[in-house]
């Protein structure tokens, strides 16, 4: 287990060392992506260790920091989870950006992404070992500082630096209130978390909510909660593709890793109301990101809401395992929250997929606007059927891996509809509603992400001239796309060994996991519900099989003939009889208007001969950002007003500045002088 750590580090240190000796070619782009696959190999074995055969690992550093203590890194059976979840996902990302970063040779960004690159995922993939408030945020910082620097690759675009800015205030915001939750859980004493935990139970009742609350600001403006969202919808799409699919895939899940480790494992079981909190939360951010997420016309950033939307599918099991562990319920509580962090590991595959397929097609295109797309099928076969499988996940539908966890997240919360409080069974029965509605919603949205992207006649001369992605990035994204399956059928062997991780977390012994039925159906505690994701597999393969018979045996009998489809009088169909992005979300927009508020100008050019004759016709849409104008722009402004008073003290004179120094020096020792110190 020792090897295997130090060849995870060594292979991310030498990758990101090969991307600053080699600097900028081919070379350079390989022997960083190598770097970079080797550590998420050893990674991946190194978790699966821990996971599966139960291996312990733990090591100390005293030589880094000694002076504070050192920096030590243990891993748990729920860090190793974690750990595999980012391994899952970084090596099959590596290898995509080796073919993808191809358009960088000759530029000095290619340098920087390959360090910054293997720099974030060396702390990304230590920060669920890490044993240790320093190491910990130590870890937290440098991932927020190095996945800032790659937003940051096009600084000569102004929306990339204005999503880098967001990105970095909030990133500093949960930076700060982490560091407060650590010191009252730390009390003084020292900060190795298996005395953290030991410590936990002697705080006062208050102490342990402010905690609670401090930790779920900082690791929620991580993971993208709302209304700590506001980042993520701009730096996902700024970052190179195959970097918003580490973190849309893997870094947001360091917030969710974040909240079970503090709120579950180091302060043990709460008040209801925590529980109650999330919950609504997670509802919440599920519900408004899917709706925002079906209004966006640019590819990367519907991706981005959607990231909003399953991080609130994942808080929503959180909470309602929290929630029933404070009301005695242990088996519904494991159940929540093994749905949680199976949608966890699910999430990253089909997200880090979906966004390698977007990034694909900006590569081949150079737009990720998809009213300028559509007709990609053509030029890109394998690309739009590897996007689909990511999008049929993403949507919950079977036989992907996305079906599995949200049906057992469905499951998780109707004992709650029987509790003995008549306000969590009415919060239970909200909360159902709105994951149903969520996931109609969401596979409505990739209806039209598919389908105006991949579908129909091609609306750009970019999109007519689309081509296949590079073998690497295909790889990449074949990896992925298998492992969503994998996931799925494999959902047997998956759960009960989550279970078993977090079973102890929930006062349960490790043996309590649902039962099976054949060794294939998933069955929940109390037989109240089976399914077999195997079973369902081969059952829609057989319906596809036979359908596809029964169209060849009955279409060869048949002439084929062709003919023009009619469209509006006309006989040849052109992209302007498509739907397009914004026509698509029209009828949801007007359902939903009360919440989106919606703006539009329709600007007419008329022929200068006669007014009767229109030569153009300009239409504008936006919705309201409820969050920007009412939550935070008033911030803004007040600190900026704060600034500018601030700004009056640098008045640019020495002698000012000796009199600030002085008069600080002058109150010190008076305030010495009066409390006797």
């Known amino acids: 287990m020792r090897a295997l750590f130090l060849l995870l580090v060594a292979g991310y240190a030498s990758g990101a060392a090969a991307a600053l000796v080699f600097g900028t070619g081919a070379l350079a782009r390989w022997a960083s992506a190598l770097g970079a696959i080797t550590g998420a190999a050893a990674g991946l074995a190194l978790a699966a260790g821990t996971c599966i055969w139960g291996a312990a690992f733990s090591i100390e550093a005293p030589g880094l920091l000694g002076s504070a203590g050192g920096m030590a890194f243990t891993l748990d059976p729920l860090g190793a989870v974690f750990l595999a979840l980012t391994s899952l996902v970084a090596g099959p990302s590596a290898l995509y950006g080796a073919g993808y970063s191809r358009t960088w040779d000759a530029r000095s960004e290619l340098r920087q992404v390959g360090f910054m690159l293997n720099v974030f995922l060396l702390t990304m993939s230590l920060v669920p ?207 929540a929250l093994v749905a949680a962090l199976y949608h966890s590991v699910n999430h990253a595959v089909f997200k880090g997929l979906l966004f390698l397929g977007a990034g694909a097609a900006l590569h081949a295109t150079g737009t990720r606007d ?127 060994r989550l279970s078993s991780v977090l079973a102890p977390l929930v006062g349960l012994p490790p043996s309590a996991t649902p039962s099976f039925a054949v060794g294939l159906a998933l069955q929940t505690r109390g037989d109240f519900a089976r399914m077999s994701p195997p079973l369902v597999a081969a059952g829609l393969g057989l319906i596809v099989l036979a359908s596809w018979l029964a169209v060849k045996l009955l279409a060869s009998r048949r002439p084929v003939r062709i003919g023009e489809t009619w469209g509006c009088g006309r006989v040849v169909q052109t992209p302007r009889m498509e739907y397009t992005a914004t026509a698509f979300a029209e009828p949801l927009r007007r359902i939903f208007a009360a919440l989106y508020r919606p703006s539009e100008d329709v600007s007419i050019d008329f022929h200068p001969g006669s007014r009767y004759f229109v030569q153009s016709i300009s239409y504008r849409s936006a919705i309201m950002p409820w969050f920007e104008r009412y939550l935070y722009a008033p911030v803004i402004a007040r600190i900026r007003s704060w600034s500018e008073r601030v700004l009056a003290l640098q008045s640019g004179s020495v002698h000012a500045y000796l009199t600030y120094l002085v008069s600080a020096l002058v109150l010190l020792l008076g305030w010495l002088v009066v409390t006797g110190k």
């Open 129 to 335: 070992l890490a044993d240790g408030t320093l190491t910990f945020l130590l870890l937290w910082e440098a991932m927020s500082l190095s996945s800032y620097f790659l937003v940051m690759t096009e600084s000569d675009d102004p929306d990339v630096v204005s999503a880098g800015q967001w990105y970095l205030a909030m990133a500093q915001i949960g930076l700060a209130c982490l560091l407060g939750a650590f010191l009252l859980l730390q009390s003084g004493g020292p900060g190795r978390f298996a005395d953290l935990r030991a410590a936990a139970d002697t705080l006062a009742p208050g102490t342990r909510d402010a905690v609670f609350v401090l930790a779920l600001i900082g690791f929620g403006s991580k993971a993208g909660l709302i209304p700590l969202h506001v980042w993520l919808p701009r730096a996902h799409p700024a970052a190179p593709s195959h970097v918003s699919a580490l973190m849309s895939g893997a870094m947001i899940k360091m917030g969710i890793y974040g909240i079970f480790r503090v709120d579950l494992d180091l302060l043990g079981t709460g008040p209801a109301w925590w529980g109650g909190l999330l919950l609504a939360l997670g509802a919440v951010s599920a519900l408004l990101g899917v709706l925002y997420a079906l209004m966006e016309h640019d590819l990367k950033s519907l991706l981005a809401y959607h990231s909003v939307e399953n991080i609130g599918l994942i808080t929503m099991g959180l909470g309602a395992g929290l929630l029933f562990g404070s009301l005695q319920m242990p088996g519904a509580a494991l159940l």
């Open 370 to 496: 998809m009213n300028r797309l559509g007709g990609l099928i053509r030029g890109m076969p394998w690309t739009a059927a590897l996007f689909l499988v990511g999008s049929v996940a993403i949507s919950g539908l079977p036989p992907f891996n996305g079906f599995v966890s949200e049906w057992l997240l469905f499951q998780s919360l109707l004992p709650g509809i029987g509790a003995p409080s008549p306000l969590v069974a009415v919060l239970m029965v909200l909360s159902l509603g709105m994951l149903a509605l969520t996931a109609g919603l969401c596979a409505a949205c990739f209806v039209k992400a598919f389908g105006i992207t991949f579908l129909a006649i091609p609306r750009s001369p970019e999109a007519e001239r689309a081509h296949e992605a590079a073998w690497s990035m295909r790889i990449g994204m074949v990896v992925l796309a298998v492992t969503c399956l994998v996931l799925s059928v494999a959902a047997f062997e998956i759960v009960p």
